[in-house]
């Protein structure tokens, strides 16, 4: 049955999450596009970028390999070197060639190393262009085509990243609340940890970006550390991740511990699957000497035809 049909006369059924989501990457993209004519000059590209255009798609298909996961305030945060990609591309690269690299980069990434559903890709490289172009319109407006290098050029700089990816991640919690509700807590939370979440990368990618103002070979030696800073990170983010889930298993024994009757661990037990998987429903099942079943729930039940 499809989203349209009706079941014994009753109203249509409401339209599935992943339409929804596809149509929310449609009016992203008309929204890029209409917030793109803005922009002076923004479909003219000069042959000159060819080569760093090139260079900027091959490096936003590479962030979309070095993409990890930390677990922070009971959030899975994403962090991703494309913010430094994306500063880069801000200074050198023609609007359109930006869009172009960062929407192609992303798509080739994704492919090769994840094949996420079409209506994630679709979602998602929509995303990536409105942040693109939020950021070369603010950009543009402030600096124009050609800033000289200043203490004020690498503030502004930081602001317009913090804002683009403060952006993404709105339009990310719209997407999610669209399988899970919730849409005004998630944007309320998102603004929240806007600083936390957002700021650090927003402040080391202007901070590689802005001294190739003075000399592009300077981001040789802004580069440098980087890919240590990375992996230190990286590495960071993979203990905190074994520390939560080992932090879990202990409290979890402790509490099944106290407990003698089994239907009771099983209680402890669905009530700690909810909690580490932060899923809204979470049903155990199981069956008495007799044979009798027995359904365990956390959250709302589950339908009965899924158990």
């Not at 962030?63 to 677990?71: G, Q, S």
């Not at 939020?134 to 124009?144: D, L, N, Q, S």
């Not at 804002?163 to 990310?172: D, R």
């Not at 202990?250 to 037990?269: C, D, L, M, T, W």
């Amino acid at each position: 049955m499809n989203d349209a049909d009706t079941t014994n006369g009753e109203h249509p059924q409401r339209v599935a999450p992943r339409t929804r989501v596809g149509l929310l990457a449609v009016a992203v993209v008309v929204a890029s596009v209409g917030l793109s004519l803005t922009v002076d000059g923004f479909y003219v590209m000069s042959s000159a970028d060819l080569v760093p255009l090139a260079a900027l798609t091959g490096g936003f298909a590479l962030c979309e390999r070095l993409v990890f996961h930390v677990e922070a305030r009971n959030e899975a945060v994403s962090y991703t070197p494309t913010d430094v990609t994306l500063a880069i591309g801000l200074i050198f690269v023609d609007p359109v060639g930006l869009v172009i690299a960062r929407t192609l980069g992303a798509a080739f990434g994704s492919y090769f190393w994840r094949r996420p559903p079409w209506f994630k890709l679709a979602f998602n490289l929509s995303s990536f262009a409105f942040e693109t172009v939020v950021a070369i319109a603010i950009w543009r407006a402030f600096f124009g085509a050609d800033p000289e290098a200043s203490v004020w050029v690498w503030l502004g700089l930081l602001l317009i990243l913090f804002v683009a990816l403060l952006t993404g991640g709105l339009l990310v919690a719209t997407a999610i609340s669209c399988f899970e509700g919730g849409f005004r807590t998630r944007v309320v939370k998102e603004i929240a940890n806007a600083p936390v979440f957002h700021l650090p990368g927003a402040v080391v990618a202007a901070s590689i970006a802005v001294p190739m103002l003075f000399e592009p070979w300077l981001g040789i030696i802004s580069l440098s550390p980087a890919p240590v800073v990375w992996s230190v990170v990286r590495t960071h983010g993979a203990l905190l991740h074994r520390y939560t889930d080992l932090t879990s298993v202990h409290e979890f024994s402790r509490e099944v511990g106290n407990e003698a009757e089994p239907v009771e661990i099983a209680a402890k037990a669905v009530e700690q699957v909810a909690e580490n998987l932060r899923a809204g429903s979470v049903t155990l099942r199981i069956w008495d000497s007799a044979g009798k079943p027995l359904d365990l729930t956390h959250g709302e039940p589950l339908s009965p035809m899924l158990l």
